[in-house]
């Protein structure tokens, strides 16, 4: 069965710190995907980035970095110099995409960016 | 402009009855979603489509009922059976197998 645990439920930080969102999997499976997506207080929810099981090279897009460590099954999300619109849910997800066509999303974490 | 539209934004529902939750897209998208998210959880799986007339029952199907007559929209009915419907709804679509989901503004359902 594929699994994502955030185990930070909440996170405060205070503007321009560095934040880091932990997101550990599990799956049995060799090829699947992983996500991140962004719930701002007004409910959509964004996409960030999608990587692929075999892509291990971690991603950089603004103050954004991705973490992505196969040998410990965990996918990290990053926020450099965070800013007060960087407050909102963030929620990691993982999908193999040829058992079914679902996501398996983890809880969610709420990040606060105080100003 | 190409998007996931959902309406209503809010929606409420009387003891008994059943409502109808919208969901629209212009993507082009093969594929529809409909997830149920509650206070501090992550998003679970109503009932999925991934193709014109015929849709797969998700993990919390039971109390809902779906239609996909066409390409475009995934209406989503949250039906008496439904003891406890209050929820944020969110809907999403994706185009090719593999390709990312990607999701509406939502619609919060409230039992009066």
């Known amino acids: 069965a594929q699994k994502v645990t955030q185990a930070q439920t909440e996170i405060s930080v205070v503007e321009k710190e560095d934040v880091t969102l932990d997101c550990v999997y599990e799956t049995r499976d060799t090829t699947y995907y992983l996500f991140w997506y962004k719930q701002p207080p007004s409910g959509e929810l964004v996409f960030l980035i999608r990587r692929n099981s075999f892509d291990e090279q971690n991603e950089i897009s603004g103050r954004y970095s991705w973490n992505f460590q196969k040998s410990t ?43 | ?33 409909w997830y149920r ?23 919390i199907a039971e109390g809902y009922s779906v239609s996909r007559e066409k390409k475009e929209s995934f209406p989503l009915t949250v039906t ?18 593999q390709e990312t989901q990607y999701f509406g503004p939502g619609t919060r359902l409230l039992v009066l």
């Open chain 1, 73 to 115: 099954s965990s996918f990290n999300f990053t926020i450099t110099a965070s800013q007060v619109v960087d407050s909102a849910v963030y929620f990691c997800a993982l999908s193999v995409y040829y058992r079914d066509d679902k996501i398996i999303f983890g809880k969610g974490t709420r990040l606060h960016i105080l100003p």
């Open chain 2, 80 to 97: 008496s059976a439904q003891k406890n419907p209050t929820a944020f709804y969110l809907c999403a679509s994706r185009g090719q197998p």
């Open chain 2, 37 to 59: 998210q509650d206070p501090g959880q992550g998003l679970r799986l109503i009932y999925y489509s991934q193709i014109v007339n015929d849709f797969q029952k998700g993990d």
């Open chain 2, 1 to 33: 402009d190409g998007g996931i539209t959902q309406s209503p934004k809010y929606l409420f529902r009387k003891e008994g009855q059943n409502v109808t939750l919208s969901c629209e897209q212009n993507l082009n998208h093969d594929a529809m979603y």
